[in-house]
């Protein structure tokens, strides 16, 4: 069933269309969860994304402003709709004197971080949510603190407020307690989990992160679209060119621009490197790291340098930053290049096939592998998991296929899936997924043709979402340009939608398979603590 007829059934009749791959829609607050909830349960519709907007005016306007809704703030569902190349922007209006309205998360478990995090940001209760503590700011800073509204300064200076934050515990006879983190023995970020457990059986497991909140929502309000750049390209170090993309996009929906198709193979090709550079640390870091099978580990970060190095040859750092710009390329890559480029690659897969089959031949390493850190498809669909472990878990969505953007239409990708569900299925993913980027890496250096890589960008006031399968998995950004500058950007990495399966995967294993789970994922604090 095509969208506008969803709509119709819903009897919803206040829509428009937001650009070509974009459907808007208007409820009331009290409807919002209802409607929602119908659009998963009925229709299928995965949430992607559910972010606010401060759409209140000032205060010196005039009371008929207020009456007619304008001092509001504004609540935005957005839906995948995979057979139509399309997304669904629901949204309803939340007045400012009562700022509540019925939580999505009674009856759609993956809007649950999403509706806590909307609190924390903006002061907007989600009524009924089973879980309202704070998400973000836990107990460092004064309660009633919403760094999202407009009229809160990005360099407010606040004072330490130590506000209790309760862990869940379990209680019983032989049950204890470990707490692992912030601060870890390595050099990852801080993170903080609690296992409670009986011997080394995991019987809950529960994560506390957001300790280092960069504020970056707000310091990109009110910037211009090329100032805003580099603070999108850092939120995730291991993900720059996938994060540049889709903002890149967004900002090209909003302005018309269209960008050539030279410079949509090379963001392609860009993008695929990443994802190679990843997913061989991946299958170094998964199976040395987290199994103390050493010889991959070795192999695998030693291989893993080959394409760090060629990023640093090719665009000046070793993280595939800096090359997409919003219009295009900021340089183009030579025949030279590419062809560097193809070699290297095709260097690097031959390599990794070889270590990770001499892993593979393991029965003690594939015994740590399997059946280990399942994640049940219903769980991966509740809970709105994206990307390599959703599809790990029989969830066939890829933005490339899905939503297609850059080239991707035109040189589609073979989407991988697993049935196992197990860390052992997310490491054979990444070998797959790795042989699918050649062999479209050969296809794309093979026919792209010359032509010019930017088009100077006119920009215009707007909404669009730009949306990048990164290797994490699914990038979303909805961008709102008003007055040429940054109203308001939201990006969201695909580590906000999955650190929570940890609470689903975790219990039922030993308290040694969690660095391996985890590492499976391997998930990003930078850029969930965004």
């Keep these: 069933m095509k969208i506008q007829e969803i709509l119709k059934e819903l009897n919803i009749l206040e829509t428009s269309l937001g650009g070509d791959d974009l459907v808007l829609a208007k409820v009331s607050r009290n409807d919002l ?3 929602a909830t119908k659009l998963v349960e009925k229709y299928k519709l995965p949430l992607s994304l559910l972010f606010g907007t401060d759409d209140r005016k000032d205060l010196a306007e005039s009371e008929a402003d207020h009456r007619a809704g304008k001092n509001s703030f504004g609540v935005h569902v957005i839906f995948s709709l995979d057979k139509e190349n399309k997304w669904l922007k629901l949204s309803a209006e939340i007045p400012a004197d009562d700022a509540q309205y019925p939580a999505l998360t009674e009856t759609i478990m993956a ?12 002061g907007i209760i989600p009524v009924g949510h089973p879980d309202l503590r704070r998400l973000v700011h836990h107990e460092n800073i004064p309660e009633n ?5 407009k009229d809160f300064i990005w360099n407010t200076k606040l004072p330490k407020d130590n506000v209790p934050y309760p862990m869940n515990h379990v209680a019983g006879e032989g049950v204890f307690e470990i707490p692992v983190g912030p601060i ?12 409670n457990v009986a011997g080394e059986r995991i019987l809950t497991l529960e994560g506390k992160l957001f300790f280092t909140h960069k504020g970056v929502e707000k310091l990109m309000e009110g910037k211009t679209v090329s100032k805003a750049l580099p603070f999108i390209e850092r939120l995730s170090g291991d993900a720059s060119a996938s994060h540049a993309l889709a903002y890149s996009e967004a900002v090209e929906k909003i302005s018309s621009c269209k960008v050539s198709k030279r410079a949509q193979i090379i963001r392609m090709i860009i993008t695929e490197c990443e994802r190679i550079t990843m997913h061989v640390h991946d299958l170094a870091n998964i199976g040395g790291m987290g199994t103390g099978y050493s010889f991959i580990a070795a192999n695998g970060f030693r291989i893993k340098e080959r394409m760090m190095r060629l990023s640093q040859e090719i665009c000046g750092n070793r993280f595939w930053r800096g090359m997409i710009i919003p219009g295009g390329l900021s340089r183009d890559l030579s025949k030279e290049e590419l062809d560097k480029i193809l070699k290297i690659s095709t260097e690097v897969w031959k390599e990794i096939d070889k270590i990770v089959a001499i892993a593979l031949d393991s029965e003690g390493f594939l015994d740590r592998l399997q059946y280990t850190g399942e994640l049940p498809k219903e769980a991966a669909l509740a809970f709105g998991a994206v990307g390599l472990p959703a599809r790990a878990s029989m969830i066939n969505r890829d933005v490339r296929r899905d939503h297609p953007y850059a080239a991707y239409g035109e040189f589609p990708i073979c989407v991988i899936t697993k049935k196992s569900q197990d860390v052992f299925a997310r490491y054979r993913m990444r070998i797959k997924e790795i042989e699918q980027s ?12 010359a032509g ?3 088009k100077e960008v006119e920009i215009k006031d707007g909404f669009a979402l730009g949306a990048v399968e990164s290797w994490r998995g699914e990038i979303l950004t909805a961008l709102q340009i008003k007055d040429g500058v940054i109203e308001r950007c939201f990006p969201r990495d695909p580590s906000f939608c999955n650190w929570a399966l940890f609470g689903i995967m975790g219990p039922g294993n030993i308290v040694p398979d969690f660095p391996l ?11 969930n603590d965004m």
């Excluded at 603190?145 to 509204?149: D, M, W």
């Excluded at 870890?184 to 296992?195: L, M, S, V």
């Excluded at 050649?438 to 250096?445: C, F, R």
Aim: glycine letters at 6%; proline letters at 3%; zero cysteines.
């Design 33 to 35: 969860a209802v409607v």
């Design 452 to 454: 010019d890589v930017f």
């Design 517 to 527: 789970i985890n590492k499976s994922l391997n998930l990003s604090y930078s850029g």
């Design 184 to 195: 870890h023995a390595g050099i990852i970020e801080p993170g903080h989990f609690r296992f």
């Design 145 to 149: 603190t919403h760094p999202l509204l």
């Design 111 to 122: 809007s649950h971080w999403y509706e806590r995090y909307l609190q924390d940001m903006f």
């Design 438 to 449: 050649i062999i479209l890496l050969d296809t794309l250096v093979k026919n792209i043709k």
